[in-house]
T-cell receptor
Framework: KNEVEQSPQNLTAQEGEFITINCSYS?????LHWLQQHPGGGIVSLFMLSSGKKKHGRLIATINIQEKHSSLHITASHPRDSAVYIC????????????FGTGTRLQVFP | DTGVSQDPRHKITKRGQNVTFRCDPI?????LYWYRQTLGQGPEFLTYFQNEAQLEKSRLLSDRFSAERPKGSFSTLEIQRTEQGDSAMYLCASSLGLRRDNEQFFGPGTRLTVL
């Protein structure tokens, strides 16, 4: 079993729909990241969380440390949101490496 | 451009050849990370540096892989005697190395194809 699991693996939506991507992890963490990767490989950091909730524009990320679970929400989705969304955790306090999920491929159709 | 840069962006090589990739981090960042991403998978950690010191290395980093950051600025990742299984995207990231809120910024990656 992977240390970081994401669901769903693939997601299609119509423009305007509310989208949720889930991430569960099995290790102790010091922070959780949500990343966006477009075709061609470039990775952009969306959020870094250690507790609670963060919002940026139409994106909202939440984390429940006790349940080892995080969600990324996209409100009023748009075709330009089409990308792979990756959850990554920074494990513990003695390491700075990230452990990544396999990603969720999102396609938003007009 | 003040972001993380990687060179080359694409590399095609024949099995058995050596390849070297370069990463230039954001200038004030003292931590530098290498990750590898195969098709359809999330990235996997390879190694990271604090200035010139290599602090952690994955078991994925076999004897054929070596990374350096000699002056604490740019880093190189060398793969000797490449194998087809080395075909992947090699990603570099850098960060300020803060205890908390240590956000990593990623470069565009180097895509390696081993024929």
């Amino acid at each position: 079993k992977n240390e970081v699991e994401q669901s769903p693996q693939n997601l299609t939506a119509q423009e305007g729909e509310f989208i949720t991507i889930n991430c569960s992890y099995s290790v102790g963490i010091s922070a959780l990241h949500w990343l966006q990767q477009h075709p061609g490989g470039g990775i952009v950091s969306l959020f870094m969380l250690s507790s609670g909730k963060k919002k940026h524009g139409r994106l909202i990320a939440t984390i429940n440390i006790q349940e080892k679970h995080s969600s990324l929400h996209i409100t009023a989705s748009h075709p330009r949101d089409s990308a792979v969304y990756i959850c990554a955790v920074r494990g513990g306090h003695n390491t700075d490496k990230l452990i990544f999920g396999t990603g969720t491929r999102l396609q938003v159709f007009p | 451009d003040t972001g993380v840069s990687q060179d080359p962006r694409h590399k095609i090589t024949k099995r058995g050849q050596n390849v070297t990739f370069r990463c230039d981090p954001i200038s004030e960042h003292n931590r530098l990370y290498w990750y590898r991403q195969t098709l359809g998978q999330g990235p996997e950690f390879l190694t990271y540096f604090q200035n010139e010191a290599q602090l952690e290395k994955s078991r994925l980093l076999s004897d054929r892989f070596s990374a350096e950051r000699p002056k604490g600025s740019f880093s190189t990742l060398e793969i000797q005697r490449t194998e087809q299984g080395d075909s992947a995207m090699y990603l570099c990231a850098s960060s300020l190395g803060l205890r908390r809120d240590n956000e990593q910024f990623f470069g565009p990656g180097t895509r390696l194809t081993v024929l």
